[in-house]
């Protein structure tokens, strides 16, 4: 147990340390690289289930979503144009009507049509960091990611009890507490949002410019672990708990661009590598060689992209073609609910393995070729730029 400990370790920072330079070689995005990475040890023994392993990659994808959430400028969503909320709701609702009209065109499992519309932004913030936050295409799929989410948090919580329960007065007490933290967190942000501004001062008490003592991340740590908490009590979706820590930090402390550093540097060196080669060490790739896994996999993924890119149209008219195309694809990587929604139908008898590993290898192409395409289409802009 100890030998099999000492090799898990040695061989996660091998790969932590080394997955950038295999992608500079390799020309495609860390994450992706991290996840394929991580699928290759697994296959050969190296990596093996290990319960800190698990608890780790699990809090790594918590993190993530609280880096999505600092990149979640309150301010800007709600001084955004009308035009900007009412194209970015009617883009969500095209994508869920094509999804659902492809789901049942190709008579898909209940489970997958279900799956197709999740939106989630935490693979914004990797983009972010490697774009570069100011990217107008970037402030726009996060306006667009903020409502998807949190819609497709609502509809995994619903289909995780409704898959246990059914639809009973469980459920419905359930949908209650999501409701009600919602409405107690907004009351909070309006409160300290007065407050604040009253009490400036109260600001650099809790984010001293003068600090020796890391207040800023301790502070940020405190939140991070006490709307997990929160959300572990009330026994609703962690991630959104998560989520809404970070666009706190963000709302409150957006001009502290140290911590926000801090953050981000201590995420993306460390806690969310480890999320990613955990996602690629979860699906075996023995399973590749069964018939209809890579195919029933590739349609998944095209369909849900197609389905993205569609929809996007209509966003051609806020800041050009080449914009929508790539808010299409940076949504169109909902990695961690898929692999939620996969789990929950596969451990309930509602999907069949071969279709519990399509979905998990179908989330994965999802990563590497938006990633890839949003690589090739970004240098090609900067190269028509140098020209």
Known sequence: MIHTSITLILILSLLIWGSPFVAKILRLPIPAVEIIL??????FGFIGHNQYFDLIAEVGFLYLMFLAGMEVDLKEIT?????VIQKSILFLGLMVIFSLVFGFLFDLNNIVII???????????????VYGKEESWLR????????????SIATLTVFDVASATGFNLELFIKLSYLILFISVIYMLYKTLHHLFWWVPELKGILVPKVDTSSQDVRLAMSLFFILIAVMLSLELELALGAFIAGIAISAFFRHEKALEEKMSNLGFGF????????????FDLNALPLEGVVSGALLITVLMIVSRLLAAIVLRGISGSKDALLVGLSLSMPLTLLVAVATIGYETKLLDLLTYYQLILASIF???????LIKAIQAKVLLGERD
């Not at 001084?79 to 035009?83: H, L, V, W």
Request: hydrophobic share 55%.
């Open 366 to 372: 999802e990563i590497l070729i938006s990633m890839t």
């Open 115 to 129: 799956s197709m519309p999740l939106i989630s932004i935490g693979l914004l913030a990797t983009l972010s960091r």
């Open 271 to 282: 806690l969310v590598p480890l999320f990613f080669i955990h996602v690629g060490a979860s």
């Open 38 to 43: 991580g699928s290759v040890v697994a296959y």
């Open 140 to 151: 726009l799929a996060i306006i667009a990611g903020v409502i998807g989410e949190i819609g």
């Open 79 to 83: 001084q955004s144009p009308k035009i």
